[in-house]
């Protein structure tokens, strides 16, 4: 069975069982050995690295085991990103039939075979040709996995398997009399008892992964390299000091813009080396020469440089500067990461605007008046919204965990397993994928949130900032909304209420959107993903699929079909087909509304709830809904 690049990264990685289809049609099982790799190139590999690496340090921090993984220090190259390599004739990714354990339909005697290459399709106890693989393995929580062998009894060889008298075990016969062995063993690693499992269970091998914008202008690369400086750049151009003008000057000269010549210091020592040039030609005086040196070194300036942007970032922020330098940069560091990918996809090479997507309707005449369209937008909360296209997004599994994904949720220590280790250099292998597609930037606005959370008594009155200043709203976001909590397993802290609600809100959202742009688009829903900009309150829904970036689906529906989608995201996920079910469970959220595919959904379709969205009277529902408010 052919797959495509996406499902591979999620769904065909070393270590996991899949179906599949021998050489004579059959259905069967095999593990997945290795993958024909080659190195993938044209990517930041130090900004994807950085999110990789803050991924497993949360993994750890909720009591994870992370010891196979070599070494996950900030600034230290420690693992190899790799694609397929597609090379003629050469399989990119190789497997092998797993279990080995067969029982013959007629007979149902249990056939264990050795190798891949002994299996066959007639039993060699009756002849017949029904054979059928028996696709169980046993998958415990720190790691250990193995396909499924003969029960073990002493003195037994003979097992029989009626699948259906019972599926858990085998028969044998102790002399005249049937007996039954239960399947199970003990795991060799922690000792923990292991039940028999389906092969194609999801339980069996949950992937992780990091999605990461690429900073695809080269220029963007360098300046993120320079540090810490460039993060609080990056973090006062989003409250608005530094213009779009400024900062591509100073990104498209990068080395002179940092350079020690550039620095205040320096200009000043330079202006005054000058005034003292001219008092000694007689040109000025000495009681001149102070006036002079300032003069000559505001004229060097020529506005504003690189310090003074770092100077705003230092001030707005000087509370967690003076409690801990450390805790600090931290902060401002993960802060300007996600800026700077959100800052590629609001830039994007192509753009279509609110603005042109509303001219495009009204000539079409699917709206009357362009008030429908942004009366629409403020009653969802929909601050700005653009299709970006021809954006690139790296996409990379960098470990699994079996049975559960959340630490805190397992029997034992969870261990989170890093893939083999290159063997060109010895850094962990992440197995990824390269995608240029398009999607649709929706800014959520962040005043209304403030006010839905007030409205639901997460805030008092008294943790409001000034909703007419803007970046003191900005500001507030930053200090109570930690998306450096947020990780892609287990719950968020119940301790931490406005992250956790800001963040359910934004993904039901996300989920919504998903949901109509897969009946809109032409593109299936199970073909859409999303990130979530949390810092700056931000959605960005895009195709998986090379096919949505040639087909223009998303930027199409943006374009023509706005109002019509807007208002079916609305009507669409207020109801569940499932109700009154869905609305009693505690999340809100099943198949027949906001969940998605595996694949479309980083979180495992977890932090969800069609009650941030709407106001359901329900018991065990107090939320007024953020699109009813």
Not at 149 to 160: E, H, M, N, R, S
Request: aromatic share 10%; hydrophobic share 35%.
């Amino acid at each position: 069975m052919k797959r495509n690049k996406s499902q591979a990264v999620y769904k065909i990685l070393p270590g996991i069982w899949i179906s599949d289809k021998d050489k004579n049609g059959r259905s069967v099982t095999a593990r997945v050995k290795s993958w024909n790799y080659k190195e993938m190139k044209g990517i930041y590999s130090e900004f994807i690295q950085a999110e990789i690496k803050r991924q497993i340090r949360l993994f750890e921090a909720k009591g994870g085991d992370v010891g196979s993984f070599s070494n996950i220090t900030d600034g230290v190259d420690s693992f190899s990103i790799v694609e397929p390599a597609c090379r003629p004739d050469v399989p990119d990714i190789t497997s092998e039939l797993s279990p080995l354990l067969y029982y013959c339909a007629d007979c149902h005697k249990a056939i264990q075979f050795q190798k891949a290459s002994q299996v066959k399709h007639i039993c060699p106890s009756c002849g017949s040709n029904k054979l059928k693989q028996l696709q169980l393995v046993y998958a415990c929580e720190c790691g250990y996995a193995e396909p499924i062998t003969l029960p073990k009894v002493k003195g037994i060889k003979d097992f029989y398997y009626y699948p259906n008298e019972k599926t858990y075990g085998m028969f044998y016969y102790d002399g005249n009399i049937r007996m039954f062995k239960e399947f199970g063993i003990k795991c060799p690693n922690c000792n923990q008892f292991i039940q028999r499992e389906s092969a194609e269970s999801t339980s069996n091998f949950r992937a992780f992964t990091a999605t990461v914008i690429n900073l695809i202008n080269q220029d963007m690369g360098k300046f993120y390299e320079k540090g810490l400086e460039a993060y609080k750049i990056m973090v006062s151009k989003w409250f608005n000091k530094i213009s779009q003008d400024k900062f591509n000057e100073i990104v498209g000269n990068v080395d002179k813009a940092f350079s020690e010549e550039n620095k205040k210091s320096a200009k000043l020592e330079a202006a005054e080396k000058q005034a003292r040039g001219l008092m000694a030609l007689g040109l000025i005086t000495e009681e001149k020469l102070n006036e002079t040196i300032i003069a000559l070194a505001k004229n060097a300036n020529k506005g504003e440089l690189i310090e003074d942007y770092i100077s705003y970032c230092d001030n707005i922020f000087a509370r967690e500067k003076n409690a801990s330098e450390v805790g600090y940069n931290l902060f401002i560091s993960k802060i300007a990461f996600n800026l700077m990918q959100y800052e590629t996809v609001k830039n994007a090479k192509n753009v279509i605007s609110l603005k042109d997507a509303i001219e495009q309707q009204l000539n079409m005449g699917f709206i009357d008046e362009e008030s429908e369209i942004i009366d629409l937008n403020k009653k969802m909360g929909i601050k700005s919204v653009q299709a970006s296209c021809d954006v690139e997004i790296v996409s990379c599994s960098y470990g699994y965990t079996r049975k559960v994904t959340d630490p805190q949720n397992a029997r034992g220590k969870l261990r989170l397993n890093a893939f083999d280790k290159d063997s060109d250099n010895g850094k962990n292998l992440v197995y990824g994928m390269k995608l240029e597609t398009e999607g649709i930037l929706f800014d959520i606005d962040m005043c209304k949130i403030i006010r839905w959370l007030l409205e639901n008594k997460i805030i008092s009155e008294e943790q409001m900032p000034d909703l007419e200043d803007d970046a003191a709203v900005k500001k507030w976001f930053l200090q109570n909304v930690h998306g450096d909590r947020i990780s892609t397993f287990g719950k968020l802290d119940d301790n931490d209420l406005i992250t956790k609600n800001v963040f359910l809100l934004l993904h039901s959202m996300s989920h919504a959107f998903i949901k109509t742009a897969g009946e809109l688009s032409g593109i299936s829903a199970n073909s859409l993903t999303e990130i979530i900009f949390v810092e700056t309150c931000s959605i960005f829904i895009y195709s998986q699929s090379s096919q949505g970036q040639v087909l223009g689906s998303l930027s199409g529906m943006m374009e023509s079909l706005y109002s019509r989608y807007l208002n079916q995201v609305y009507a669409d996920n207020r109801e569940c087909v499932f109700d009154p079910i869905c609305s009693d469970r505690d999340d809100f959220s099943c198949q027949g509304c906001l969940v998605l595919a595996d694949t479309s959904c980083k979180y495992f379709n977890t932090k969800l709830g069609r009650n941030y969205l709407y106001t359901l009277n329900t018991e065990n529902n107090n939320l007024i809904g953020f699109w009813e408010m």
